[in-house]
């Protein structure tokens, strides 16, 4: 922290970051992935939950931090003020801390990674801000508390996937050190042969948990393009599609320059990381602004593990700070459209139909999904119904990767669908309309044409009647 002046900004900065936000949050309606972790911890006990979160295809330390506040009764919006909280702790720490200039602080604060998709989306994207940045802090002191950035490295580990390259490079760099380079202060060090057991076992137990995930989500792999498709993902997630994605480009190359004459172990890292990324987003998961928000986070912990680990030198650091501001810059307009749409429109209309469902259709009725991915974001505000599955012909509380989906009607006719009411909801779309086209049926509710997410659908009273054979 610099002089009493700039700490007095930057507590401003934050607060107002936090006010911000906060007006951010409270307008976000959760959608379909927000809403699928909260049904899987408030219906699932302990080892229900490690069973059913693998085929998610991500780790459990999200799961298990909104556990508590599940289990306790507190409604899904509580869900989303942790996330908040988890994020403006990020948020703080990089401005209290970071080495870099004030202004550099506020424009990354201001940019849609921070402004908007990590506080906005209750997901375990939150942690990445504040993880990362303790990570770097500790960084250069890495010899000294190794147990606390294997533990950090552990963490980041756990909160998604598309950090695995950032983690991975980061732990064969702690074991080359340990093994091989006798200035690193690890070799031969008995907590060094700790730690870096402690690492392999991590690893470990995150590979052999995830093994498999593919085999019934068949959302994972479901987004293979081109390798330059890989990379253009990375820049329009991160700065979105007004002529400023192309220049991503130019600030990986001057910041592999600036890495490869001052510390190539931290260039290793970063391109590590990099081409994970496009691996991903190659042949597993599809890119997403919190995913390439990511990466950004990866190379800002680079530039701040650099000059934390040596004498300061004011040249270095304006040069980092006004690279560093100029590409945050660049990304404050993608900031601007994000949050506009989502103050304008729901991003989901789950809670529309949650209380539409509560006002409108029985109790003791039927509601039958077309489509059970979307509605998980309405199920998260009706803790005491059931929808029944038309692929599966099952009722259920949150979507089940773990079940094969089958493309043809499992669904059976019962006695209740002659003797109580049914409704039929199927997400806005032809293809869907097909699935029910020999239902007779009447619409009561459609959501807004300008729904942002895929949380839009239709709710139609259906109509079974018993056949002259079963009178």
């Keep these: 922290m610099a002089n009493k002046k700039s700490l007095k900004i930057n507590i401003l900065l934050i607060v107002l970051y936090a006010l911000i936000t906060l007006c951010i949050v409270f307008r976000h309606e959760i959608w379909s992935d927000e809403a699928q972790a ?30 508590p506040l599940a289990k306790a009764g507190f409604s899904v919006f509580s869900m989303q003020i942790l996330s908040w909280l988890i994020t403006l702790c990020g948020a703080a720490i990089f401005v209290l801390f970071s080495p870099f200039s004030t202004i550099t602080g506020g424009l990354f604060l201001a940019g849609a990674g921070m402004l908007y998709y990590t506080p906005a989306y209750a997901r375990s994207y939150c942690f990445f801000p504040a993880l ?7 960084f250069p002191k890495r010899a000294k508390h190794p147990y606390i950035f294997v533990l950090l490295l552990l963490l980041i580990l756990n909160t998604h996937i598309i950090l695995g390259g950032f983690c991975t490079a980061l732990a064969m760099l702690f074991i ?3 093994f091989f380079d006798k200035n690193s202060g690890l070799y031969p060090k008995k907590e060094f042969f700790i730690a870096s057991g402690l690492v392999f076992l991590g690893f470990l137990l995150l590979f052999f948990y995830l093994r498999g995930m593919t085999d019934a989500n068949t959302f994972i792999g479901s987004y293979t393009g081109t390798w330059f498709g890989a990379f253009m993902a990375i820049a329009r997630t991160t700065m979105g599609t007004f002529g400023f994605e192309y220049c991503i480009f130019l600030f990986w190359a001057v910041a592999a320059v600036y890495f490869w004459q001052k510390n190539k172990k931290l260039l290793f890292v970063f391109l590590a ?11 597993i998961w599809g890119a997403i602004p919190q995913r390439g928000f990511s990466l950004l ?3 800002v912990f680079c530039f701040w593990a650099e000059l934390a680990g040596k004498p300061a030198n004011p040249g270095e650091n304006r040069f980092v700070s006004r690279f560093l501001s100029l590409f945050f810059l660049l990304t404050v307009s993608l900031s601007v459209i994000s949050i506009k749409d989502d103050w304008l429109f729901n991003y989901s209309d789950g ?35 059931r929808f029944l599955s038309f692929n599966k012909g099952k009722e259920f509380t ?5 079940d094969k989906i089958s493309g043809a009607n499992s669904l059976k006719i019962t006695p209740d669908f002659y003797e109580k009411p049914v409704y039929i909801i199927t997400p806005t779309g032809p293809f869907f309309e097909t699935k029910i086209k020999h239902i007779k049926k009447q619409k009561i509710y459609e959501s807004d044409e300008n729904i942002l997410s895929t949380d839009a659908v239709k709710i139609y009273r259906a109509y079974f009647e018993r056949r002259a054979d079963e009178r």
Excluded: C
Excluded at 273 to 283: E, G, P
Excluded at 398 to 402: E, G, I, M, N, R
């Design 38 to 67: 909260w049904l899987i911890v408030r219906d699932l006990d302990f080892w229900g939950i490690i069973k059913t979160v693998r085929y998610e295809g991500h780790p459990l330390l999200w799961y298990f931090s909104i556990f």
């Design 132 to 138: 990362i940045f303790l990570l770097a802090m500790i």
């Design 176 to 178: 080359y050190e340990g």
């Design 273 to 283: 990381a990099l081409i994970y990324q496009v691996f991903v987003y190659k042949f």
């Design 297 to 299: 986070l990866v190379l």
């Design 351 to 385: 809670k529309n139909i949650a209380n539409f469902i509560k006002n409108e259709i029985p109790s003791d009725a039927t509601i039958i999904s077309a489509y059970d991915n979307n509605l998980t974001s309405v199920l998260a505000y009706l803790p005491e119904r």
């Design 398 to 402: 949150y979507f089940h990767y773990d």
